[in-house]
T-cell receptor, first 115, second 111 residues
Framework: DAGVIQSPRHEVTEMGQEVTLRCKPISGHDYLFWYRQTMMRGLELLIYFNNNVPIDDSGMPEDRFSAKMPNASFSTLKIQPSEPRDSAVYFC?????????????FGQGTRLTVV | QKEVEQNSGPLSVPEGAIASLNCTYSDRVSQSFFWYRQYSGKSPELIMSIYSNGDKEDGRFTAQLNKASQYVSLLIRDSQPSDSATYLCAVPLPGTDKLIFGTGTRLQVFP
């Protein structure tokens, strides 16, 4: 398996624009997590899904952020409108059934810069 | 108090020495603890997990857990320059599947 795949790897956008980050989890993994990493706040959990259903989105900073998982092999994190303070590295991670966190595998991340 | 706390470092050790990384957590009922390593510009990768009080060894790595003191540590023996990275402590929020990370300790191993 190729591991968790995220796209794009880098994204530079202007303030106010919509940004969509994409993630393909490892096949057979039914947990999917979206994290954001900054120097100031470290690695923060934004939202996670189990079997394509959002379980906890309490980490989503505000209504400008939304996430979907239309099927077991694809998830998106959307920011609309984007702001400079959204600049961070966004990671997607997945894990196997019954091991929500023990075997969490991370994608390579998307480095987002909002100017 | 933050749920998972680590000293940000950097922790500098000479090659061949033992590096000791520490982590404290706030919730007494936490049962599982994880150490992730993150190289600069890369994603976190799991290197150790520990569930019981005491020590768990895996190669040059030893995780130590003291639930009474709410303290978990990672020892790296015979440190190598390739061990230079940020080490993240992670603890699941009890009753949930949410994995909470500390801000990480940056380790520098110099030749």
């Amino acid at each position: 398996d190729a591991g968790v795949i995220q796209s794009p790897r880098h994204e530079v956008t202007e303030m106010g624009q919509e940004v969509t980050l994409r993630c393909k989890p490892i096949s057979g993994h039914d947990y999917l997590f979206w994290y954001r990493q900054t120097m100031m706040r470290g690695l923060e959990l934004l939202i996670y899904f189990n079997n394509n259903v959002p379980i906890d989105d309490s980490g989503m900073p505000e209504d400008r952020f939304s996430a979907k998982m239309p099927n077991a092999s694809f998830s998106t994190l959307k920011i609309q409108p984007s702001e400079p303070r959204d600049s961070a590295v966004y990671f997607c991670a997945s894990s196997r059934p019954g091991q929500a966190y023990t075997e969490a595998f991370f994608g390579q991340g998307t480095r987002l810069t909002v100017v | 108090q933050k749920e998972v706390e680590q000293n940000s470092g950097p922790l500098s050790v000479p090659e061949g020495a033992i590096a000791s990384l520490n982590c404290t957590y706030s919730d007494r009922v936490s049962q599982s603890f994880f150490w992730y390593r993150q190289y600069s510009g890369k994603s976190p990768e799991l290197i150790m997990s520990i569930y019981s009080n005491g020590d768990k060894e895996d190669g040059r790595f030893t995780a130590q857990l003291n639930k009474a003191s709410q303290y978990v540590s990672l020892l790296i023996r015979d440190s190598q320059p390739s061990d230079s990275a940020t080490y993240l402590c992670a603890v699941p929020l009890p009753g949930t599947d949410k994995l909470i990370f500390g801000t990480g300790t940056r380790l520098q191993v110099f030749p």
